[in-house]
């Protein structure tokens, strides 16, 4: 039962992305040129695309494929 309510979470939070996209698109709201315009804001993007890829992403794989190998071995 408590998967089920997961479930509608994370259906609630695609629905609700798809619906801010189209709503941007509908008022014709630039985001990507106002990233680009505003330094500030492309620092930020800057320093979370360097986490990303240097940290978080690395940390995701290695316990993504621990959790896998641990399935995979009982």
Do not use: H
């Not at 990507?32 to 360097?50: A, D, M, S, Y």
């Amino acid at each position: 039962m408590k998967m089920q309510n997961q479930n509608k979470g994370f259906i609630r939070l695609i629905i609700l992305a798809i619906v801010v996209i189209f709503l941007l698109a509908y008022f014709k709201i630039d985001v990507v040129g106002f990233v680009n315009n505003t330094p500030v804001i492309r620092e930020i993007w800057g320093v979370l695309v360097v986490a990303w890829t240097n940290y978080l992403l690395p940390l995701l794989v290695y316990l993504w494929t621990s959790i896998l190998g641990i399935l995979s071995a009982k």
